[in-house]
Every structure is written in C-alpha cells, then in structure tokens.
Nanobody, 116 residues
Framework: QVQLVESGGGLVQPGGSLRLSCAAS????????MGWFRQAPGNERELVAT???????NYADSVKGRFTISRDNAKNTVYLQMNSLKPEDTAVYYC??????????WGQGTQVTVSS
C-alpha cells in the first residue's frame, strides 16, 4: 500500500499561481505513474495531469499551457505547478499513484479555491 500526502493547496485570486506537492511512501515496488485529479462540488473526479516514471506527461485540455506536472523519482514526489488559475479550477485536488497501469492509490486531497 502506498501512502500519499498532498500539500500546497489554498486560496488564490484569479490569475494567480499555486504549487501542489505529493510525497509517496511505503511502496515495495517502483511507482510507475503518478498524477493529479480533481473533483469540484457536484462533479465527477477528473484527470488533471499524469506523469510516468520515464517522464512522459499527459494533461487535460482545460489545463494545457497553464499547469505543469513534474516528478522527483529519487524522492517519490510529484508536483503540480498551476499558473493563470481560473475560478473553474476550484476543486479538491487528489494525488494518485499507479504501481502497474491503474491508479489505485489515492491521497486525501487538498482544497484549491480560486476566488477574488
């Protein structure tokens, strides 16, 4: 079982930036992919960005050009740099890890609120 601890959420004005971090621990195996998902009230959880062990990235269309996912494999930590934030980015952001191909390990989530 992988433990994931997120940090970095908070309140920011539209156009501002935040950086989320997620540290993974407890895995007996190498973590293949890590990612960020988000869930706004009344909506389903959706993919934000993912990154593989080799560094390949994938982004939701809604965040391309504004968000950047990165990973420090030595520290088993994944980051999400969020720039030009919009009110519609407001959600609980969840870190996830995949040992194989599916994301089966989840963090508790961190709230991101974009509001003036």
């Amino acid at each position: 079982q992988v433990q994931l601890v997120e940090s970095g959420g908070g309140l920011v004005q539209p156009g501002g930036s935040l950086r989320l971090s997620c540290a993974a621990s407890g895995s007996r195996f190498s973590i293949n992919a890590m990612g960020w998902f988000r869930q706004a009230p009344g909506n389903e959880r959706e993919l934000v960005a993912t990154i593989t062990l080799g560094g390949s990235t994938n982004y939701a269309d809604s965040v391309k050009g504004r968000f950047t996912i990165s990973r420090d494999n030595a520290k088993n930590t994944v980051y999400l740099q969020m720039n030009s934030l919009k009110p519609e980015d407001t959600a609980v952001y969840y870190c996830a890890a995949a040992i194989a191909t599916m994301f089966t390990n989840w963090g508790q989530g961190t709230q991101v609120t974009v509001s003036s």
